[in-house]
């Protein structure tokens, strides 16, 4: 059977990694969450005082940092120069700050060459904000996932809770807002919707008719 790429693109919380999670899952293809690599160097810039506006010296920390993504029993680990970094990357302070930090040009050369060199044999599912405009322009299948920021920041705040993290629900919206203005206003590749990208509202959809509206759209190109 052929493999194909599938690019899942859209704002922060629109359910994009649970999904193209499952997809991945289903078609047997490997899952890589590029937000997590933002995230990753958005971590070790905080660690490391590294000034989240400063593109070169953030550039110059990416390329002596090694950031290996893996399949782990209880879903995606993500690895900093070794160290498990799984739970820190989704912590506030990486949150409100990785918008800054993936908004330099120097930055998203470097992670775009590393996440096409990944997707070079084809079986990825990847999600992100640019991976339909930039990273994978020729992937086979291109999705542009929605919903409304009353719904996304409602399944944050429930996810939260469920995982026992203290959630205020009023500031997520804030903060989900903020970050889809500052990912969709930066200069270098903002997030959009590419020409050729099927959209999905899942405002009223569960994660499983989500990911079986992609599977259908994945089978047609297989
Ligand atoms: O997908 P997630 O919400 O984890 O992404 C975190 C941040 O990483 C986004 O808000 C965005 O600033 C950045 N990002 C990006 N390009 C991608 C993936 C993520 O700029 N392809």
Request: aromatic share 4%; hydrophobic share 40%; net charge negative.
């Amino acid at each position: 059977m052929k493999k194909i790429n599938i690019a899942i693109d859209g704002p922060a919380a629109a359910g994009k990694s649970t999904a193209a999670k499952k997809v991945a899952e289903k078609l047997n293809y490997i899952y890589i969450d590029t937000g997590a690599m933002y995230r990753s160097l958005t971590y070790k810039a905080l660690e490391n005082g590294v000034d989240v506006e400063d593109g070169k010296a953030l550039a110059e920390l990416l390329y002596r940092t090694e950031i290996r993504l893996m399949s782990g029993e209880c879903g995606q680990v993500v690895f900093v120069d070794g160290e498990d970094v799984t739970g820190k990357i989704r912590e506030r302070e990486v949150t409100n700050s990785v918008s800054a930090v993936s908004k330099h040009r120097t930055v998203r050369e470097e992670m775009v060459k590393r996440q096409q060199a990944l997707a070079k044999g084809g079986g990825i599912v990847m999600d992100g904000r640019d991976i339909g405009t930039r990273v994978l322009p020729d992937a086979e299948l291109k999705i542009f996932l929605l919903a409304s920021v009353d719904e996304r920041a409602e399944r944050r705040h429930a996810e939260n809770l469920a995982k026992g993290i203290p959630s205020n629900l009023n500031e997520l919206k804030r903060e989900i807002e903020e970050r889809d203005r500052l990912d969709s206003e930066r200069e270098v590749s903002p997030l959009c919707k590419a020409k050729d990208a099927v959209e999905l509202d899942t405002t009223h959809l569960g994660i499983e008719e989500v990911a079986d509206k992609i599977l259908e759209l994945a089978r047609e190109k297989i």
